[in-house]
């Protein structure tokens, strides 16, 4: 009796995952889902310029004043991996940088990375970027929101293969993979951006899963 009432728990608490799973999707290079990333090679047109990634024309827009914007663009010295790389690393740590970074088998570049180190303060006096911020200041959550929701409006609407990828979530609660987000959370400091699902709750405040969401639903009327 007792090892059947184990056995059905057991059958139960399975079940109960594969609800939650099914009402959950994970996204991000975490995750593995590469097209949904910000670092993504996904080029797209905004503000007259051509960003080679979500997260270039995010960092340009919120960090930098106007007049550094051309540097992050996909003709700009940090607008590519290749000519990025070298500016925000040290010299003998590209060629690592570069193969874990690059292009692969399963995935596109993930170019995202030059925009995300170029920004660090120190790094971008060194490279001629004038900030406006040096971190994503919560104050600004009304802009961050709306500044982001129209860049990746404007990447999903340019590239056919992440649009498709996103749009395949359907109705799932999407959650940007941050596999620390719990111990974070435990701290008092649940990340902003990215969560975790435990017990079938989001720990962390999934700001990026929200704004995709909302994001699918636009894409999802103009589909229709």
Same mark, same amino acid.
């Given at each position: 009796?007792?090892?059947?009432?184990?056995?059905?728990?057991?059958? =139960?608490? $399975?079940?109960?995952?594969?609800?939650?799973?099914?009402?959950?999707?994970?996204?991000?290079?975490?995750?593995?889902?590469?097209?949904?990333?910000?670092?993504?090679?996904?080029?797209?047109?905004?503000?007259?310029?051509?960003?080679?990634?979500?997260?270039?024309?995010?960092?340009?827009?919120?960090?930098?004043?106007?007049?550094?914007?051309?540097?992050?663009?996909?003709?700009?010295?940090? !607008?590519?991996?290749?000519?990025? =790389?070298?500016? #925000?690393?040290?010299?003998?740590?590209?060629?690592?940088?570069?193969?874990?970074?690059?292009?692969?088998?399963?995935?596109?570049?993930?170019?995202?990375?030059?925009?995300?180190?170029?920004?660090?303060?120190?790094?971008?006096?060194?490279? !001629?970027?004038?900030?406006?911020?040096?971190?994503?200041?919560?104050?600004?959550?009304?802009?961050?929101?709306?500044?982001?929701?129209?860049?990746?409006?404007?990447?999903?609407?340019?590239?056919?293969?992440? $649009?498709?990828?996103? =749009?395949?979530?359907?109705?799932?609660? =999407?959650?940007?993979?941050?596999?620390?987000?719990?111990?974070?959370?435990?701290?008092?400091?649940?990340?902003?951006?990215?969560?975790?699902?435990?017990?079938?709750?989001?720990?962390?405040?999934?700001?990026?899963?929200?704004?995709?969401?909302? #994001?699918?639903? #636009?894409?999802?009327?103009?589909?229709?």
């Amino acid at each position: 009796m007792r090892s059947g009432g184990r056995d059905r728990r057991s059958r =139960l608490h $399975r079940v109960a995952c594969l609800r939650i799973w099914q009402d959950f999707s994970y996204f991000g290079s975490g995750a593995g889902v590469y097209e949904l990333s910000n670092f993504c090679d996904a080029p797209f047109e905004l503000w007259n310029l051509k960003w080679p990634s979500s997260e270039h024309a995010y960092q340009a827009a919120y960090r930098c004043e106007k007049e550094s914007w051309p540097k992050l663009a996909c003709d700009g010295e940090l !607008g590519s991996l290749g000519r990025g =790389l070298p500016l #925000v690393f040290k010299k003998d740590e590209v060629p690592k940088k570069a193969k874990h970074w690059g292009a692969k088998k399963n995935r596109p570049a993930m170019v995202g990375i030059v925009a995300k180190m170029a920004v660090k303060p120190e790094r971008a006096a060194k490279l !001629g970027l004038k900030l406006r911020r040096f971190s994503d200041d919560e104050r600004d959550l009304g802009e961050i929101k709306k500044l982001f929701t129209e860049i990746l409006l404007a990447k999903y609407r340019a590239n056919s293969r992440a $649009r498709a990828k996103l =749009l395949s979530t359907e109705k799932k609660q =999407l959650v940007e993979f941050d596999r620390g987000a719990k111990r974070l959370a435990d701290k008092g400091k649940p990340p902003l951006w990215t969560g975790l699902v435990q017990d079938g709750e989001v720990v962390g405040r999934n700001l990026m899963g929200e704004l995709m969401m909302e #994001v699918r639903e #636009v894409l999802s009327a103009e589909s229709a």
